[in-house]
Protein backbone atom coordinates (compact mmCIF):
# COMPACT_ATOMS: atom_id res chain seq x y z
CA UNK A 1 0.00 0.00 0.00
CA UNK A 2 0.78 3.72 -0.94
CA UNK A 3 2.28 5.60 2.17
CA UNK A 4 0.41 8.77 1.01
CA UNK A 5 -3.05 7.99 -0.15
CA UNK A 6 -5.47 10.26 -2.24
CA UNK A 7 -9.10 10.16 -3.02
CA UNK A 8 -9.98 10.41 -5.30
CA UNK A 9 -7.68 9.59 -7.88
CA UNK A 10 -9.88 10.95 -11.05
CA UNK A 11 -12.86 13.48 -10.38
CA UNK A 12 -14.78 15.29 -13.14
CA UNK A 13 -17.09 17.92 -11.96
CA UNK A 14 -18.94 21.15 -13.44
CA UNK A 15 -18.02 24.71 -12.49
CA UNK A 16 -19.49 26.17 -9.02
CA UNK A 17 -19.76 22.72 -7.66
CA UNK A 18 -18.38 22.03 -4.35
CA UNK A 19 -15.33 19.63 -4.31
CA UNK A 20 -12.79 17.79 -1.88
CA UNK A 21 -9.34 15.68 -2.51
CA UNK A 22 -8.56 13.75 0.81
CA UNK A 23 -5.15 12.87 1.81
CA UNK A 24 -3.83 10.42 4.14
CA UNK A 25 -0.55 9.56 5.16
CA UNK A 26 1.33 7.00 7.01
CA UNK A 27 4.59 8.30 7.58
CA UNK A 28 4.15 9.68 10.63
CA UNK A 29 5.03 12.86 9.39
CA UNK A 30 3.82 16.14 10.47
CA UNK A 31 4.68 18.07 7.79
CA UNK A 32 1.65 18.07 4.87
CA UNK A 33 1.26 19.67 1.41
CA UNK A 34 -0.71 20.12 -1.12
CA UNK A 35 0.68 21.36 -4.84
CA UNK A 36 -0.90 21.23 -8.14
CA UNK A 37 0.64 20.72 -11.42
CA UNK A 38 -0.34 22.28 -14.58
CA UNK A 39 1.86 21.63 -17.76
CA UNK A 40 4.23 24.08 -18.49
CA UNK A 41 3.97 25.28 -15.21
CA UNK A 42 5.27 22.74 -12.38
CA UNK A 43 4.55 22.60 -9.35
CA UNK A 44 3.18 25.18 -7.05
CA UNK A 45 2.38 24.94 -3.39
CA UNK A 46 -1.19 25.45 -2.24
CA UNK A 47 -1.21 25.30 1.28
CA UNK A 48 0.99 23.50 4.11
CA UNK A 49 0.94 22.35 7.42
CA UNK A 50 3.33 21.69 10.22
CA UNK A 51 0.74 19.76 12.50
CA UNK A 52 -2.24 19.86 13.26
CA UNK A 53 -3.33 23.39 14.31
CA UNK A 54 -1.04 24.94 11.69
CA UNK A 55 -2.30 25.97 8.07
CA UNK A 56 -0.52 28.46 5.91
CA UNK A 57 -1.00 29.62 2.47
CA UNK A 58 1.47 28.87 0.01
CA UNK A 59 1.96 30.62 -3.68
CA UNK A 60 -1.42 29.83 -5.51
CA UNK A 61 -4.30 29.53 -2.30
CA UNK A 62 -6.72 31.75 -3.70
CA UNK A 63 -9.98 29.65 -4.64
CA UNK A 64 -8.94 26.83 -2.12
CA UNK A 65 -8.89 26.45 1.44
CA UNK A 66 -7.82 23.28 3.64
CA UNK A 67 -8.51 21.27 7.14
CA UNK A 68 -5.71 18.96 8.81
CA UNK A 69 -7.95 16.89 10.75
CA UNK A 70 -5.55 14.57 12.09
CA UNK A 71 -1.58 14.49 12.21
CA UNK A 72 -2.69 11.50 9.25
CA UNK A 73 -5.22 13.84 7.34
CA UNK A 74 -5.07 16.54 5.19
CA UNK A 75 -7.60 17.64 2.71
CA UNK A 76 -8.27 20.47 0.16
CA UNK A 77 -11.51 21.85 -1.01
CA UNK A 78 -12.32 23.83 -3.84
CA UNK A 79 -15.49 25.85 -2.40
CA UNK A 80 -16.60 26.76 -5.96
CA UNK A 81 -14.99 25.15 -8.19
CA UNK A 82 -14.13 27.23 -11.97
CA UNK A 83 -12.16 25.47 -14.87
CA UNK A 84 -8.50 27.24 -14.70
CA UNK A 85 -8.90 24.55 -11.25
CA UNK A 86 -8.65 21.97 -13.90
CA UNK A 87 -5.01 20.51 -12.94
CA UNK A 88 -3.36 17.43 -11.39
CA UNK A 89 -3.11 17.50 -7.35
CA UNK A 90 -0.43 16.09 -5.47
CA UNK A 91 -0.39 15.58 -1.56
CA UNK A 92 2.97 15.31 0.23
CA UNK A 93 4.56 14.45 3.24
CA UNK A 94 8.03 15.50 4.73
CA UNK A 95 10.50 14.78 7.34
CA UNK A 96 11.96 18.01 8.41
CA UNK A 97 14.70 15.65 10.16
CA UNK A 98 16.42 13.80 7.37
CA UNK A 99 16.79 15.80 4.14
CA UNK A 100 13.88 17.22 4.14
CA UNK A 101 12.36 15.60 1.33
CA UNK A 102 9.05 15.58 -0.22
CA UNK A 103 7.39 12.26 -0.51
CA UNK A 104 4.06 12.19 -2.79
CA UNK A 105 0.86 10.85 -3.41
CA UNK A 106 -0.12 9.02 -6.72
CA UNK A 107 -2.39 12.49 -7.34
CA UNK A 108 -5.76 13.39 -8.04
CA UNK A 109 -6.96 14.60 -11.78
CA UNK A 110 -9.65 17.03 -11.56
CA UNK A 111 -11.35 18.18 -14.47
CA UNK A 112 -13.65 20.90 -14.19
CA UNK A 113 -16.08 21.69 -17.22
CA UNK B 1 11.80 34.76 -4.70
CA UNK B 2 12.66 32.01 -6.41
CA UNK B 3 13.49 31.85 -10.32
CA UNK B 4 14.37 28.15 -11.49
CA UNK B 5 15.29 27.22 -15.10
CA UNK B 6 15.82 23.88 -17.04
CA UNK B 7 15.01 22.91 -20.57
CA UNK B 8 11.76 21.92 -21.45
CA UNK B 9 12.87 18.83 -23.37
CA UNK B 10 15.78 16.96 -24.37
CA UNK B 11 16.41 13.52 -26.62
CA UNK B 12 19.06 10.93 -25.99
CA UNK B 13 19.90 7.62 -26.84
CA UNK B 14 19.71 4.38 -25.15
CA UNK B 15 23.33 3.58 -23.39
CA UNK B 16 24.54 7.14 -23.98
CA UNK B 17 25.08 9.94 -21.40
CA UNK B 18 23.14 12.77 -21.06
CA UNK B 19 23.09 16.04 -18.56
CA UNK B 20 20.27 17.90 -17.27
CA UNK B 21 20.84 21.25 -16.45
CA UNK B 22 19.23 23.54 -13.79
CA UNK B 23 20.17 27.37 -13.30
CA UNK B 24 18.40 29.24 -9.76
CA UNK B 25 18.40 32.23 -8.05
CA UNK B 26 16.52 32.55 -4.54
CA UNK B 27 16.32 34.95 -1.82
CA UNK B 28 17.83 32.53 0.25
CA UNK B 29 18.98 28.97 -0.34
CA UNK B 30 19.45 25.68 1.93
CA UNK B 31 19.25 22.86 -0.63
CA UNK B 32 18.70 21.47 -3.85
CA UNK B 33 17.12 18.48 -5.04
CA UNK B 34 16.29 16.20 -8.52
CA UNK B 35 12.61 14.24 -8.77
CA UNK B 36 11.92 11.92 -11.22
CA UNK B 37 8.33 12.03 -12.83
CA UNK B 38 7.42 9.05 -15.40
CA UNK B 39 3.84 10.44 -17.01
CA UNK B 40 0.91 10.49 -14.85
CA UNK B 41 2.58 9.61 -11.80
CA UNK B 42 4.00 10.82 -8.62
CA UNK B 43 7.79 12.13 -8.53
CA UNK B 44 9.97 10.39 -6.35
CA UNK B 45 12.96 11.52 -5.26
CA UNK B 46 16.15 10.99 -6.37
CA UNK B 47 19.01 13.48 -5.33
CA UNK B 48 20.02 15.87 -2.57
CA UNK B 49 22.81 18.26 -3.01
CA UNK B 50 23.49 21.22 -0.15
CA UNK B 51 27.43 21.76 -0.39
CA UNK B 52 29.18 22.11 -3.56
CA UNK B 53 30.13 19.26 -5.07
CA UNK B 54 29.20 16.22 -6.76
CA UNK B 55 26.90 13.30 -5.41
CA UNK B 56 27.05 9.84 -6.89
CA UNK B 57 24.35 7.14 -6.87
CA UNK B 58 24.36 4.26 -8.83
CA UNK B 59 23.48 5.85 -12.42
CA UNK B 60 22.76 9.01 -11.56
CA UNK B 61 24.75 12.08 -9.84
CA UNK B 62 24.35 15.00 -9.02
CA UNK B 63 26.44 17.97 -8.57
CA UNK B 64 25.87 21.86 -7.21
CA UNK B 65 27.56 25.09 -7.60
CA UNK B 66 25.96 27.56 -4.80
CA UNK B 67 28.71 30.26 -5.92
CA UNK B 68 26.78 29.99 -9.85
CA UNK B 69 23.34 29.11 -9.01
CA UNK B 70 23.91 26.14 -10.92
CA UNK B 71 23.08 21.96 -10.87
CA UNK B 72 22.88 19.02 -13.07
CA UNK B 73 21.88 15.85 -13.13
CA UNK B 74 24.06 13.28 -15.11
CA UNK B 75 22.20 9.94 -15.87
CA UNK B 76 24.39 7.09 -17.29
CA UNK B 77 23.97 4.03 -18.91
CA UNK B 78 20.44 5.38 -20.10
CA UNK B 79 17.97 3.03 -20.20
CA UNK B 80 14.61 3.20 -22.06
CA UNK B 81 12.88 3.24 -18.75
CA UNK B 82 14.50 6.41 -18.03
CA UNK B 83 12.01 8.13 -20.31
CA UNK B 84 10.60 10.73 -17.45
CA UNK B 85 10.20 14.41 -16.52
CA UNK B 86 12.98 15.13 -14.41
CA UNK B 87 12.24 18.17 -11.72
CA UNK B 88 14.66 20.26 -9.92
CA UNK B 89 13.70 21.84 -6.84
CA UNK B 90 15.31 24.39 -4.50
CA UNK B 91 14.69 24.69 -0.61
CA UNK B 92 13.99 28.30 0.29
CA UNK B 93 15.69 29.72 3.72
CA UNK B 94 12.84 31.00 5.59
CA UNK B 95 11.22 29.16 8.25
CA UNK B 96 9.32 27.42 6.57
CA UNK B 97 11.92 25.50 4.50
CA UNK B 98 9.41 25.04 1.24
CA UNK B 99 10.27 23.56 -2.04
CA UNK B 100 9.84 25.62 -5.44
CA UNK B 101 10.06 23.35 -8.41
CA UNK B 102 11.08 24.25 -11.69
CA UNK B 103 9.02 24.04 -14.83
CA UNK B 104 10.88 20.28 -15.57
CA UNK B 105 12.69 18.85 -18.43
CA UNK B 106 11.20 15.95 -20.07
CA UNK B 107 13.38 13.51 -21.19
CA UNK B 108 12.93 10.94 -23.91
CA UNK B 109 15.32 7.93 -24.23
CA UNK B 110 15.55 6.29 -27.96
CA UNK B 111 16.86 2.90 -28.99
Not at chain 2, 10 to 25: D, F, K, P, S
Amino acid sequence: DADVTQTPRNRITKTGKRIMLECSQTKGHDRMYWYRQDPGLGLRLIYYSFDVKDINKGEISDGYSVSRQAQAKFSLSLESAIPNQTALYFCATSDPGNTGELFFGEGSRLTVL
Amino acid sequence: GQNIDQPTEMTATEGAIVQINCTYQTSGFNGLFWYQQHAGEAPTFLSYNVLDGLEEKGRFSSFLSRSKGYSYLLLKELQMKDSASYLCAVRDQTGANNLFFGTGTRLTVIP
